[in-house]
């Protein structure tokens, strides 16, 4: 009897070590990483105290931005109520930095009515990603270049112009000849398109579900408009030199609601070619 009694005590306790919450992570744990976790009996997911969004196929999709890095918490509720804790460790990252001195100030920091003016368009920027919360999951698809041609510039680096540090380039720079096409790395459907900013030129800005957006910036023209349902693989630009630049390029970026990612670790990670392309092959 005993022997029986002590058999069942062991099979309760395998059945609820079965059902604990657990999680797998695909991507890069480091700074600038977009990360696509499945998780399993988990009724809600927090990470840093922050709830997240918890997808149909039992996926969740966070990132860290350039400068995040250390111990990260994701607390896992079960649907009984209970928290399980679980720390992800995220490496930090070295950038290229680059020191100029003699620079004249003028060709640093625009006139009053340029910075008021970027500052405004700057502000639409920032409406239209935080406007970005569909359940979208077209970013579980394998994600695609969105252009062809030498890469003259990473993210995270910056420029310290006669000691005064910039902002960090935020984006992966393809350089190509004006009219070169560009083309969705992802389906999606498009939340900005402007022909003409101040810093950025020709920008679009593509929504991919769940706070994950994409921009593309110095565009010499447009070929979608705001409202537009795109698949991966349509052209929906060309390449140009619009914006504060010095040569045709596009300037591709990457957003978690408002943390800036590394469109190089999003390709290295989560394309046909990755070595980790586990969440496409698990739609």
Known sequence: MRKLLALALLCTASVGAAEQPDI?????LKSGSLVIAKVTHTQQLALNGKQLEMISQGHVVFGFGRDVHGPQE??????????????????AREYKIDRVEGVPQRTVTPDPAQQE??????????????????????????????????????YGSQRIFNGTPRNPHFGLDIA??????VYAPWSGQVILAENDLFYSGGTLIIDHGYGVTSTYIHLHKLHVKVGDEIQQGDQIAEIGATGRVTGPHLDWRINWRHERLDPALVIEHFSASATNPEPAANR
């Open 176 to 181: 190509a000849p004006t009219g070169s096409p």
């Open 24 to 28: 797998e992570i695909s991507g890069a």
């Open 117 to 154: 003016r970027a500052r405004k368009e700057a502000a639409k920027v920032w409406t239209a990603r935080n406007n970005a919360v569909s359940s979208r999951t077209d970013f579980l698809e394998q994600v695609i270049m969105p252009a062809q041609g030498r890469i003259s510039g990473v």
């Open 74 to 91: 994701l607390v896992l509720t079960d649907h009984e109520g209970r928290e399980f804790v679980r720390t992800l460790e995220v490496a």
